[in-house]
């Protein structure tokens, strides 16, 4: 009975039902005679799309009208998830597309939830450049964010008999309606090769191999405003000119172009500790290469009417963060493009770059750090290799300043910050407002474990949660070691003993990279455990423990908002910050964590070596666990969780990204009118 209406601009529930099927009946993707959930979904998409793409457009040209100084976040990994309800909610159509669906015979729930999580990430590295990129449009930044187009992104988990395994995530097996290809957006990228010199002692880097990079772009709209930014995504083509079919016609299909052309065809999965591959060498110099290209058209393109180009403007129009060491080589490719291709002297290049581009650090484990043999990066990148020397030479006695994710400040949760929020958090209605929408996100978490695992777990118990890549270094085993010992006490006591206890529903998620042999044990002790405990009917209503499959953004949007309290207990000096800490928080949950001695002395600049035995830190977190059951009344638990969200502001990554904005990119905002 709806007509099928190619109403792009559609606000009311009515027209946006008649746009949906516009898109199910024209959009050539599946058959019209079909609109299962799956079909309900892409026509959703596209027809949000649509909305999306006319401030996208938009936004662009008011940016180049204004020429503001533009940032480009540049990350190997962006942990986008979903983005059908990020759309919605951002558009502020959410009730009218719920309705419009209603009508379609749909709930905008089971519509949402037929969407692959874009996973082109592995934890928290990437998840925070999705987050960046969610408030650089919610500030009305002017702020890109440019990556690579994987064909597959990371793994998917199954839970087998024998533990994990892992299964290949086609997040555009059928297509993705988020992103629009710009055939007009092309770049060529060499590998290999060597150094011309000039007899002007100019030089230049000729030959080797030459593949193209496309542009695919992603519009990422912001909250409460009409800017519509870009995530930029390249793959990998090889050009038509570098076929020799006359070798094809001879058998041999694996030319160095297609071979090429492979460079996005998977993420690494390693979270911390991988040894440089040629591969991923290439994937790296590929973003870097494309992406300072593109910048670098942009600002020639933008030189307001002047046909001479002034280099010395150039950091005043583009700021570029590059998200861990994996982009560096930008560093040595701007310098490349300045001089060789630009003209520009050393001196004068350095100081562009030095004021164009500054480096998040986001880890303080050694091992994580990639390493290159000079001989691979003098084969692949020779005239890079040549200014990298020479950047050494020249400032390897130079004090660099950069910036780490987190500023060690043990004095946030003082307690004059929290006095502010007593009088709020014993306000009397609040408590009891909270405890039901806390009450009603667990009975969410507890359907949706039910519908993974097969186990049903209480909402009254107390659910408590670890969810992060596996690591040694973050201590789940000393988590399921807790577990264990809290099972055997359980079955020490006496039954009147157990009533007493407070019930424990113990959540552990986690994906373990495919080869890393400990990580994957982890993973299999956990379920087993699970499984003796949950189906052991004397101890069974006191303790669950569960391992939850497949954790990525899609899992973690469920599980926050239903956790009570939450573990982050990596060893002392391990973990750089972590993210999720804060969305715990934010949340209202308890976090528990550990003692950080390297964050308490941190004003002193050497700290001495702390051994720690797993035994001995056990023995210290049983003490914090058995604390917290004590504090598990209700009501001084409900204070806790309230100051807890009231003391989290500060971590909102709209504030982590204003203050970018100001310190170090120096960029204003620059909303559409
Ligand atoms: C390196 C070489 C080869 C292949 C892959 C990698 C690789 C990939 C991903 C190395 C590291 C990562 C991801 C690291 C990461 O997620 N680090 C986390 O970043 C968070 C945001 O800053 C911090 O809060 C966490 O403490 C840190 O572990």
């Known amino acids: 009975k709806i007509p099928p209406v190619a109403n792009p601009q559609a606000k009311d ?148 008999k024998t533990g994990q395994e892992e299964i290949a995530e086609d997040w555009l097996e059928k297509f993705s309606p988020w992103e629009i290809p710009r055939h007009d957006v092309v770049f060529p990228i060499r590998f290999f090769g060597q150094v011309e010199i000039n007899p002007n002692g100019s030089r230049k880097w000729i030959g080797g191999e030459v593949i193209q990079a496309a542009a695919y772009d992603v519009p990422i709209p912001g909250y409460k405003t009409k800017d519509t930014n870009s995530l930029r995504l390249w793959e990998a083509k090889a050009r038509a000119e570098d076929f020799n079919l006359f070798e094809f016609n001879d058998g041999k299909y694996e030319s160095a172009a297609l071979l090429h052309s492979r460079i996005c065809a998977v993420l690494y999965p390693g979270d911390a500790t991988e040894d440089g591959k040629l591969l991923r060498l290439k994937q790296q110099y590929f973003l870097c290469s494309a ?75 050694p091992e994580a750090l990639e390493k290159w043999s000079q001989t691979v990066m003098w084969k692949l990148l020779p005239r890079h290799m040549e200014i990298i020397e020479e950047i050494d030479k020249r400032v390897r006695y130079t004090l660099n300043l950069v910036n780490g994710v987190a500023q060690l400040h043990s004095d946030i949760l003082k307690a004059e910050l929290f006095s502010d929020y007593v009088k709020f958090a014993d306000n009397s209605e609040l408590p009891a407002e909270w405890e039901s929408a806390k009450l009603a996100s667990k009975q969410q978490l507890a359907n949706y474990v039910l519908q993974v695992t097969g186990v049903s777990i209480d909402p009254n118990s107390l659910f408590d949660i670890q969810i992060k890549r596996i690591h040694e270094y ?70 669950k423990i569960i391992f939850v499959p497949n954790y990525n953004v899609s899992v ?21 910050s972590g993210t999720s800490n804060m969305k715990f928080a934010l949340n209202g949950c308890l976090i528990i964590g550990t003692l950080d001695e390297l964050m308490l002395k941190s004003e002193k600049k050497l700290v001495k070596k702390i051994s720690l035995f797993l035994v001995q830190q056990l023995t210290k977190f049983l003490g914090c666990v058995k604390k917290e059951s004590k504090d598990w009344d209700r009501k001084k638990w409900t204070k806790m969780s309230i100051l807890s969200t009231a003391g989290s502001g500060k971590f909102s990554s709209d504030r982590t990204i204003g203050q970018y904005a100001n310190e170090i990119w120096k960029i204003d905002e620059c909303p559409l009118p």
């Open 13 to 160: 529930p009515a027209a946006i039902a008649s746009n949906i099927n516009y898109h199910a009946h024209y959009s050539p993707h599946f058959s019209p005679y079909k609109f299962e959930p799956e079909q309900a979904f892409y026509a959703t998409a596209e027809s949000v799309r649509d909305q999306l793409i006319k401030q996208w457009n938009d936004t662009y040209s008011h940016y180049h009208k204004v020429n503001p100084k533009q940032t480009y976040y540049l990350s190997m990994e962006y942990l986008q998830g979903r983005a059908l309800t990020n759309a919605v909610g951002n558009l502020d159509v959410q009730d009218a597309y719920a309705n419009a669906l209603k009508q379609l015979g749909y709930a905008l729930e089971e519509i949402t939830e037929q969407e692959k999580d874009a996973a082109l990430g592995n934890g928290g590295l990437g998840r925070l450049a999705s987050c960046f990129l969610d408030s650089m449009a919610t500030l009305s930044l002017p702020a890109w964010g440019y990556g690579l187009r994987y064909r597959y992104g990371l793994f998917k988990q199954l839970m087998t």
């Open 291 to 365: 992406s300072l290209q593109d910048i670098i058209t942009r600002f020639k393109e933008r030189l307001g009417g002047r046909d001479k180009i002034l280099w010395s403007e150039f950091p005043s129009k583009v700021a570029v963060q590059l998200n861990d060491t994996h982009p560096t080589l930008s560093i040595p490719e701007l310098m490349r493009l300045l001089m060789d291709d630009e003209g520009l002297g050393w001196d004068e290049a350095w100081d562009i770059t030095n004021r164009t581009i500054a480096y998040t650090n986001h880890t303080v484990l």
């Open 474 to 543: 973050k201590r789940q085993l000393m988590n399921i070691m807790g577990a264990v010992y809290r099972y055997k006490k359980l079955k020490e006591m006496s039954p009147e003993e157990r009533k007493k206890t407070t019930p424990r529903t113990i959540m552990i998620g986690g994906k373990a990279f495919a080869t890393y042999t400990n990580a994957k044990r982890i993973v299999k002790l956990v379920s087993d455990v699970g499984a003796v405990v949950n189906t052991d009917p004397e101890v069974n209503s006191f303790l």
């Open 556 to 576: 973690a949007e469920v599980l926050i908002p239903g956790s009570e309290l939450s573990q982050h207990i990596s060893t002392a000096g391990m973990e750089a």
